[in-house]
Structure formats: structure tokens, C-alpha cells
């Protein structure tokens, strides 16, 4: 049987009374973009924590390159190569913007793929002229209007170099000039190769997103959740005619 | 010769265009030379006892600021590393007879175990818990000294331990040159890449860890670097006054530390250190008006804190020296242009 690149069974999470994430099921391959959509409170944003460790699940397994993470430190799930972004941006925001791409390039995964990069400065900047922002590098994060902080969270993440990329909300409070910016810094993420000093290696991205016009053009498969369920699996075409879909998004009974 | 030409040729052009461009840089520079040139001037030892004392003292409040002010990991009870730097030091000195030399950086290792200890159950805590939490482990250390007075004296404390040195000069230009040394390597911890993860974990350790930076790991150096430098400090202590006693370990010290800190401003390293050495003698001088003394000290630090909440330091820097809007270096405040990249500031 031939291993999957991500595998997630029947993963489940509970907060208190509420089913978050109820017995997910899936797997990706490692050339795939997924889509994660659903309504608000879906469980998007906690099926993402799961798989890199910052919540802990019920129940269930994902499996990373064959391997077991549950159960693993967020730090060691990065460091195989599992990178995330967050929804409500989490900069380190008294330090330079410079400095915050430096501390993911301090990481091991990062250190140990960039031993030819002396100066880690180097890389960072890199990492930022891929995002975009490095004409502010040595500005604090907290001066950064709500389009760059998502760009640095971008950069951030690729700093470490990651296989597979966990996007939240790429797009939530983008005008619509720098979503088409945003999503062209994705493809080209996707598509892989180098950006100066950094590599990229093309990685599977799962993007949580709104804006499904956007969506649409970027991924190959769409996964919809609703109240923790995993409701419907396919490609854009297929999603969109879907009646549970529709359903859950724009209720039952007047279509 | 030419060597010893060259060197003093490259010590001359780093003075020019490093040091004295900019005025905080030759004011440590002259803090330096004027203090290991006090002895040459002065040979009192009521002085020279006070600013070894401060000396002391200015380790500790620039090891609090290491761990609380640079990782955020708030300490109320610093004095716990200064009481085991101090009790360590002590107990290896009477019982295993090893000279100063050898038990302050035995002392300043068991304060290092001492933060390992107190590090490990504090690693889940957070903001007032991690105070609260740190705040008992100098009262539990204080009742486990009073437990066992045959061994650690109880409330007299350890008396009769090694000198130092020889002599007051000699007592002097130890805690001198070791603060001086160990504030240059704290400053540089908290300048290499070490200390950017320091800062971050400060900011938002969630997004450290999605970065992919063992988070435990840097907290525990963060504990264990600041108990070092603060165990050495409290060894050196124990030596100077010859003895350890259970007043290293009271609350009052904690909170000494912290009103150090913060009056010259954390996250700084040169703030605390600046601090001890105005606000220590400034205690002594008080002494004129003993009835008054702690109201005046209070109110002194209340002023302070009132109109330069950052800290007197960083205020006094801020006012001296101006930051280029543009490449974000420091230039002094009557220049209109930058010196690096000409850009005008202000």
C-alpha cells in the first residue's frame, strides 16, 4: 500500500459540549492545492490547529509522510515540514519585520537546509522580497497595515521552507488588488523553485478561505465542512453544484 | 612593531567611528574607565564598599532583566538565585574548603540547577501566574534555611567564610571587572541570534512555535542563564560581606530587583545596570535623613516612573541620541541628517 503524503482519519475534537471537528476523514498528495471551506464556526481553523499541534485531538490520526504527528510538539511538526499561517495575524509586533523572518530561519528545519546561507539576514530578506514587504524590513511589526501583516505571516511561514503550507485566510481583509497579488505569490509558492537564497519545493498547501471567487482559480480540490462534518469532496466544478453545499451555505428549501 | 602599529591604527579608526559618533557610546565608555579608575583617586573604603555592593547588585538587576524584561517571563522572586549563589557559595567555602575562586562559579552552577528546578513546573505559566508561582520559591528556600539550622545556620546565616580578596582595592576591582564582563556577555546574548528568540518569545510564544523554535528549550537557557549570572553575583555577595544569611533570600530583595529594573528600564540590559548605580548610592546618601529615607526613595522612583514610564535610561537615550526614520539608525540628536544614509531626520 503505498503511503499518502497527508493522511487524516476520523480526526475529532470537542470543546466542552460542542463537536468541533467531527471524525474527519481525508487524504492529500503532495502536488495538490486543497481548498477548506464552510460557514462560519465550520471547525476550518480547528481542523488546521490539529494537524500542527496547537490543539489536541479527541481522537483520530493524521499521518505526515507516513509518520504519526498527534501527539507531537508543534515545533517538531514544523520542523518536518508542516507550516502555518494565522487568521487573526500573530506578528511579534514590537520587533522589527526583519526579525520576525529571522526567527523562523533560526528554526532547525530552516537552519539545516540553508548551511550555505551564511547570513541569515540574507535569507530573511529573501523570504520578505517573496512576500513583498522588504522595502519596510527594518520597520516594527506593529506599523504594518492588515495587507502586510498577512504578507509577513506568508513569509514567516516559507522561511522555514515547508512541504506542506497551512493557510488561514489569506485573503480575510485584503482589498481586492492585494488579494490578486496574494494569490499570485501563491502560485508562484506552488509552483516552487528559488527565490534568491530561499528554496522553495513547491509545497501542498490547504487554504481556508471566504473569498471563493479567489479560491476557485488557485486550488485543485475542495473539502467542505459544516458543524464539524466533513459534507462534500471534490473539484471546484463539482463543489459548487453540490446541493449539500449549497444547502449549507444558503439553508434548505428556496433554491 | 607593525602589528602592534596596525592594532593600534584599527583600535583608533573603531573610537572615531564607532564610539564617539554617538553620545550613550562614550558615556559607557567613560562609566568604564571611571570605574576601575576610582581606586587611583580614592582609597576610602566606606566609597569603595559601596560601589563594590553596587557592582554586586547591578549583575542581579541586569540578570532579572535578561530573563523577565528580554524572554517576559515574569520573576518576582530573583532573590531565590541570589540566595543559592550565596548559600552555595557559602556552604562549599566552611565545609569543603574551596576558595572564593572556586565557589562562585559553583555557586552561580547551583543557582543555574535552581533555575532549572523552578523553570521546569513555571514553563506552562503565564503573566501574574508565573509571578505569583516564582514569588514562593525564595519563602519555600527561607523555611527549608530555617528548617535545618546546623547546617545553614538559620537566621544568623553562615559566618565566617573567606574574604574575597586580600584587601578593600582588591575586593573592589573583582566585582568591578566581573559586572563589567558579565553585563558585556548578557548584552551580547541579547544582541545575537539567541536573543531575537528571546524577544519573540516575549511577544507571542504561539507564533514562536509555529516558527518551529523549541520554545521549552529557549525558556529553560532563559531561566538557567539568568540564575547563573545572578548565582555569581550572590557568591561574590556571600565572599564580600562573609556571610550568608537568610536576608538574601527575603521579598524585599525580589522587589528590589524589580524596582531596579523597571526605574532604568527593561529590555535594555544598560538600564538596570545604570539604576543599581544611581539608585543604591542615592539609598546611602538618604541615610543623612534616616527617618525620611524609604519615603524619599519611594518618592524619588514614583517621579521617575511617572514622567518616563520607559525608564530613566531609555528616556535620557531618547533625548540625547534620535533614530533615522529611514534606515533606522542611531544618530545624535543636534545632527539634521542621518550619518549613514544622509536622509534628514526628524
Redesign the interface.
Known amino acids: 500500500m503505498t503511503q499518502s503524503f497527508l493522511q487524516i482519519k476520523g480526526l475529532t475534537k470537542n470543546f466542552g459540549g460542542l463537536r468541533a471537528v467531527n471524525d474527519v476523514t481525508f487524504s492529500m498528495e503532495r502536488n495538490q492545492v486543497l481548498g477548506l471551506i464552510g460557514p462560519n464556526g465550520a471547525g476550518k481553523t480547528t481542523l488546521l490547529r490539529l494537524i500542527t499541534g496547537i490543539l489536541k485531538p479527541d481522537a483520530g490520526h493524521v499521518c505526515f509522510m507516513g509518520k504519526e504527528i498527534v501527539g507531537r510538539k508543534t515545533w517538531d511538526i514544523v520542523n518536518m515540514g508542516i507550516a502555518c499561517t494565522f487568521q487573526n495575524m500573530r506578528p511579534f509586533r514590537r520587533l522589527p519585520i526583519i526579525a520576525n523572518v529571522m526567527v523562523s530561519c533560526l528554526s532547525p528545519r530552516a537552519m539545516k537546509r540553508g548551511e550555505w546561507v551564511k547570513r541569515l539576514e540574507a535569507k530573511a530578506m529573501d523570504a520578505l522580497e517573496f512576500a513583498g514587504i522588504s522595502d519596510m524590513a527594518r520597520e516594527k511589526a506593529s506599523t504594518l497595515s492588515q495587507g502586510d501583516l498577512k504578507r509577513l505571516e506568508v513569509a514567516r511561514a516559507v522561511a522555514t521552507e515547508p512541504e506542506l503550507l497551512l493557510l488561514d485566510e489569506p485573503f480575510g481583509g485584503l482589498s481586492p488588488a492585494e488579494t490578486d497579488l496574494m494569490a499570485k505569490s501563491i502560485r508562484r509558492l506552488h509552483k516552487g523553485g528559488r527565490f534568491g537564497r530561499l528554496h522553495s519545493e513547491g509545497p501542498a498547501m490547504i487554504i481556508v478561505e471566504h473569498k471563493l471567487q479567489w479560491l476557485m482559480k488557485i486550488v485543485d480540490r475542495i473539502i467542505v465542512l459544516n458543524f464539524g462534518n466533513m459534507i462534500a469532496d471534490g473539484t471546484p466544478d463539482e463543489i459548487v453544484k453540490d446541493p449539500r453545499v449549497i444547502e449549507a451555505y444558503l439553508g434548505k428549501g428556496d433554491t | 612593531m607593525a602589528l602592534i602599529l596596525f592594532y593600534l591604527r584599527k583600535l583608533f579608526s573603531v573610537i572615531k567611528n564607532e564610539v564617539l559618533v554617538l553620545p550613550s557610546r562614550v558615556v559607557v565608555v567613560l562609566f568604564f574607565l571611571f570605574l576601575l579608575l576610582v581606586p587611583l583617586f580614592t582609597k576610602d573604603t566606606y566609597l569603595l564598599r559601596i560601589f563594590t555592593l553596587t557592582s554586586i547588585f547591578a549583575i542581579l538587576a541586569a540578570s532579572w532583566d535578561l530573563l523577565s524584561g528580554f524572554t517576559g517571563q515574569m520573576n518576582f522572586g530573583h532573590a531565590l538565585f541570589f540566595g543559592v549563589g550565596a548559600y552555595s557559595a557559602a556552604l562549599l567555602n566552611k565545609y569543603g574548603g574551596i576558595p572564593p575562586w572556586g565557589t562562585v562559579p559553583l555557586g552561580g552552577l547551583g543557582a543555574v540547577l535552581a533555575g532549572l528546578i523552578i523553570g521546569i513546573p513555571c514553563l506552562r505559566l503565564r503573566g501574574t501566574y508565573l509571578a505569583l508561582t516564582t514569588l514562593a520559591f525564595p519563602i519555600i528556600l527561607m523555611g527549608l534555611v530555617f528548617a535545618f539550622p546546623n547546617i545553614t545556620g538559620g537566621e544568623l546565616g553562615i559566618s565566617g567564610i573567606a574574604r574575597l580578596a586580600g584587601s578593600r582595592v582588591a575586593d573592589y576591582y573583582i566585582a568591578v571587572v566581573v559586572m563589567l564582563g558579565l553585563c558585556t556577555i548578557m548584552w551580547k546574548i541579547t544582541d545575537s541570534?539567541t536573543g531575537?528568540?528571546f524577544?519573540?518569545i516575549r511577544?507571542?510564544e504561539?507564533?514562536?512555535?509555529?516558527?518551529?523554535?523549541?520554545?521549552?528549550r529557549y525558556k529553560l537557557l532563559a531561566f538557567s542563564l539568568s540564575g547563573f549570572f545572578a548565582g555569581i553575583s550572590g557568591g561574590i555577595y556571600a565572599h564580600f560581606m562573609r556571610i550568608a544569611g537568610p536576608s538574601t533570600l527575603e521579598v524585599s530583595m525580589s522587589f528590589q530587583v524589580v524596582i531596579w529594573a523597571i526605574f532604568g528600564g527593561i529590555v535594555t540590559i544598560y538600564g538596570p545596570v545604570g539604576a543599581v548605580f544611581v539608585l543604591f548610592p542615592l539609598m546611602e546618601f538618604l541615610r543623612f535623613w534616616q527617618e525620611y529615607r524609604i519615603l524619599m526613595f519611594a518618592a524619588v522612583v514614583l517621579l521617575i516612573l511617572l514622567y518616563m514610564p520607559d525608564g530613566l535610561f531609555r528616556w535620557l537615550r531618547d533625548k540625547i541620541e534620535k533614530e533615522c526614520p529611514r534606515?533606522?539608525i542611531r544618530n545624535i540628536a543636534t545632527r539634521d541628517t542621518c550619518r549613514i544614509c544622509t536622509a534628514s531626520l526628524d
Do not use: F, P, W, Y
Open positions: 541570534k531575537i528568540i524577544h519573540a511577544e507571542d504561539l507564533a514562536v512555535r509555529t516558527s518551529g523554535i523549541n520554545t521549552t534606515c533606522k
